[in-house]
C-alpha cells in the first residue's frame, strides 16, 4: 500500500506520517530529508527533483512488497497525479490522507515555535506557508485535523478513516 500525505508545513503532517510509518513498519520517504540531502550535496533544488527521487524509491520499495509512507507537502494536483501513477503502474492501492490544522493561531504558532529536525534544512515562514500554493482537492480523500488533538488521537482518528475505507 502506498500512503500518500499531503498538507501544509506546519499541520502536523510529518508527526503523524512518521508515527503511521512507525506503527506499519513501513519504508518512510519524506522529500524534506531527500532535497536537503541534494542540497547538501551541492545540488540546486528548483523544481520537482525532489519529489522524483521519491517516487523512483517509493517504487522500489512497493516493487518488494513493502507499504511506503510518502510524507510531502504535494501541494499541486500534477504531484499529487504522480504519486497515484506510482501505485496505478505497479497494480499497488493506494490512499490519498491530507493533514491540517483549522485553528489558524494553533498552525502558526506551530509554525513559529518549531525547530528544524533535518540538519541544515531551513523551515519556511509563516508568511511562506500562508502564501504557499496549495490546489483544492478535485477527489475523495482521507482529511485529518490535527488542530487540538494529540498526534495519537490524529493516529486513531487516521486508523479509523482507513478502516472504514476498507470496509465500504
Known amino acids: 500500500m502506498l500512503y500518500i500525505f499531503s498538507g501544509l508545513p506546519g499541520t502536523g503532517k510529518t508527526t503523524l506520517s512518521s508515527a503511521l510509518a512507525r506503527e506499519l513498519k513501513a519504508t518512510y520517504l519524506r522529500v524534506d530529508v531527500v532535497e536537503q540531502a541534494m542540497r547538501d550535496a551541492g545540488k540546486t533544488i528548483e523544481g520537482p527533483e525532489g519529489y522524483i527521487v521519491c517516487y523512483a524509491i517509493a517504487s522500489q520499495n512497493l516493487q518488494l512488497g513493502l507499504d511506503v509512507i510518502a510524507d510531502t507537502v504535494n501541494p499541486i494536483q500534477i504531484t499529487r497525479q504522480a504519486w497515484r501513477n506510482v501505485a496505478d503502474s505497479l497494480g499497488i492501492p493506494y490512499v490519498e490522507i491530507e493533514v491540517l490544522c483549522s485553528d489558524y493561531i494553533e498552525h502558526r504558532n506551530r509554525i513559529e515555535m518549531r ?13 511562506q506557508v500562508r502564501n504557499r500554493e496549495y490546489d483544492v482537492w478535485d ?30
Open 115 to 127: 525547530t528544524a529536525d533535518i540538519p541544515g534544512f531551513i523551515l519556511p515562514t509563516w508568511e
Open 139 to 168: 477527489r475523495d480523500h482521507i482529511v485529518i485535523d490535527t488542530a487540538h488533538q494529540t498526534v495519537e488521537e490524529s493516529l486513531n482518528t487516521l486508523f479509523k478513516q482507513l478502516e472504514d475505507r476498507r470496509l465500504s
